[in-house]
């Protein structure tokens, strides 16, 4: 445990020398008057998937302790699509083991992640934190299990093109500088991410390298670790407030859009998952996946569709879910095929040991037979998602999967080892927003099981998604440029 906290970047976790889990009101109070902390801020997400802020200067003592204890009043009604009448002042209350210091202020300034509650005190249905925690709670109560994820987000950095080491289009994927360009802002970020409690996996130039007259535009990639889905989605809204802002730091501007030019690598987010239970990962045993995990995939497969509505949400995410493009459009899975919807990667099983004494002949023989990491991979998510939402819905299909006795059927017949995109037998994503809201209506009463997603939202995001109006888009802008940049330009900064 020690040497834990010695090495977590937390600058919290470090002074009170305890893990942000274990973090006490009288531990922020400890911290804030030790180091001098002057203000403080509270964010939250909206019904636009967004990180919102409310600031404070610390005026007491008694004040700051009132604050922490109870909350603050805010406008529900210019947050939230759907939120019931008497539901329009809501307060938004502190949870300590999201505490981190601000790295962007100016002055030293404590930031905390918050809960939504109605003017009962109980938690805000609607609200996209309390949706994910309640199908978490519903996934645990019915199978003993809980959902991990990582997400993988990929984005766009923009800036003039560097004509000493020009860029190779479509040729990035693990260049170093001067071959990539602006990892400079990429390390930055992953810094100040893992100081605000991110845990981080690794970061890399992703394959995405676009000329465009005077500007290139370069991809990179972030990838977290697996952690119960409730911090996986705190981790990625904040990773991409630090992103902008570090990006902004440096003149620069940064794009998580699923598309930026059609033809080129458009930027996913996708989402590794695994059950555990005790400890213990469920996903793969020393005979390989095992059939929780096919159940699980099924459970994304038979989901697949109406997913989308959460993870695939302006009508550009439908112009990176094309065939040929390392995205998927088939309802399908496979091992280590990257034209699947989901994929089962390389998880260590029973070979970690054997290449690490082969790279390092000095090293010993381990007695353990090494670590699981088996997850599997959801591959149509894109920036533009409501990340709670989507992992809720996630946790929803997972649910769905193990619970369905024609689980392991469906997984027999849904994979694949050949390139999906020839078989023509194999189900579609849906090809526009209003196609995927339609998939959503149809689906609902998965959703809505259990009270996990309140009807009123549902229908309010199948609202929105139709109102782009973008039915059989592609077919509509097909060959017409202007209007493809026009619409891409639109969706630039989603999410």
């Known amino acids: 445990m020690r040497d834990t906290i010695a090495l977590n970047p937390n600058k919290l976790v470090r002074a009170l020398g305890k893990p942000a889990a274990e973090f006490t009101k009288a531990d922020i109070l400890r911290f804030i008057e030790e180091n001098d902390i002057r203000m403080f801020n509270f964010r939250y997400v909206a019904g636009d998937g967004r990180l919102k802020k409310l600031n404070f200067?610390?005026?007491?003592?008694?004040?700051?302790?009132?604050?922490?204890?109870?909350?603050?009043?805010?406008?529900g009604s210019s947050l939230f699509p759907f939120?019931?009448?008497?539901?329009?002042?809501?307060?938004?209350?502190p949870k300590f083991r999201t505490a981190f210091v601000n790295p962007f202020a100016d002055v030293p300034t404590l930031d905390f992640i918050c809960s939504?509650?109605?003017?009962?005190?109980?938690?805000?249905?609607?609200?996209p934190e309390y949706i994910l925690r309640k199908a978490q709670k519903s996934l645990q109560e019915a199978t003993g299990c809980t959902l991990e994820a990582l997400g993988e987000?990929?984005?766009?950095?923009?800036s003039e093109v560097d004509r000493i080491y020009p860029i190779i289009e479509q040729k990035g994927y693990h260049e170093s500088h001067p071959f990539s360009k602006w990892g400079l802002v990429r390390r930055e970020a992953m810094q100040v991410i893992s100081e605000m409690g991110?845990?981080?996996?690794?970061?890399?130039?992703?394959?995405?390298?676009?000329?465009?007259?005077?500007?290139?535009?370069?991809?990179?990639?972030?990838?977290?670790?697996?952690?119960?889905?409730?911090?996986?989605?705190?981790?990625?809204?904040?990773a991409k407030w630090a992103l902008r802002e570090v990006a902004y730091k440096h003149g620069l501007e940064v794009s998580f859009a699923p598309k930026i030019i059609v033809g080129h690598a458009g930027s996913g987010m996708h989402?590794?998952?695994?059950?555990?239970k005790d400890g213990k990962n469920l996903m793969a045993d020393d005979k390989g996946l095992t059939d929780t995990a096919k159940k699980v995939i099924a459970g994304y497969l038979m989901c697949a569709e109406s997913l989308t509505a959460f993870g695939n949400t302006v009508p550009t995410s439908f112009l990176r879910?094309?065939?040929?493009?390392?995205?998927?459009?088939?309802?399908?899975?496979?091992?280590?095929?990257r034209s699947v919807l989901?994929?089962?990667?390389?998880?260590?099983?029973?070979?970690?040991?054997?290449?690490l004494r082969d790279a390092n002949p000095l090293e010993p023989v381990r007695d353990d037979e090494g670590e699981n990491n088996q997850t599997v991979e959801l591959r149509s998510p894109d920036g533009s998602a409501n990340v709670h939402l989507l992992l809720a819905g996630m946790a929803v299909a997972a649910r769905y999967g193990l619970e369905n006795p024609d689980s392991l059927k469906v997984a027999e017949h849904l994979y694949v080892k050949a390139d999906a995109s020839k078989d023509k037998s194999l189900k579609q994503l849906p090809a526009s927003c209003w196609e995927a809201a339609e998939c959503l209506k149809r689906d609902r009463e998965r959703y809505e099981a259990h009270g996990i997603f309140p009807a009123g939202l549902i229908d309010a995001l199948a609202k929105q998604l139709q109102a782009f109006d973008d039915l059989n888009m592609s077919e509509k802008l097909f060959g017409n440029a202007d209007s493809l940049r026009q619409l891409v330009q639109r969706h630039l900064h989603c999410g």
Request: negative net charge; hydrophobic residues 40%.
């Open 57 to 75: 200067v610390i005026n007491s003592k008694a004040h700051l302790d009132r604050v922490l204890t109870m909350g603050e009043r805010v406008d």
């Open 198 to 238: 991110g845990v981080i996996k690794y970061g890399h130039a992703e394959v995405g390298n676009i000329i465009s007259g005077d500007l290139e535009m370069v991809q990179h990639e972030i990838e977290f670790l697996p952690v119960p889905i409730e911090d996986a989605a705190d981790q990625l809204v904040t």
């Open 153 to 158: 987000l990929e984005y766009y950095l923009f």
């Open 342 to 355: 989901v994929r089962v990667p390389l998880g260590w099983l029973g070979v970690g040991d054997r290449m």
């Open 83 to 93: 939120i019931s009448a008497d539901s329009s002042d809501l307060y938004v209350v």
């Open 271 to 276: 989402f590794h998952t695994r059950l555990t």
């Open 116 to 127: 939504f509650y109605n003017n009962l005190g109980e938690p805000l249905e609607s609200a």
């Open 321 to 337: 879910l094309v065939p040929h493009q390392e995205a998927p459009t088939s309802i399908c899975w496979g091992d280590r095929n």
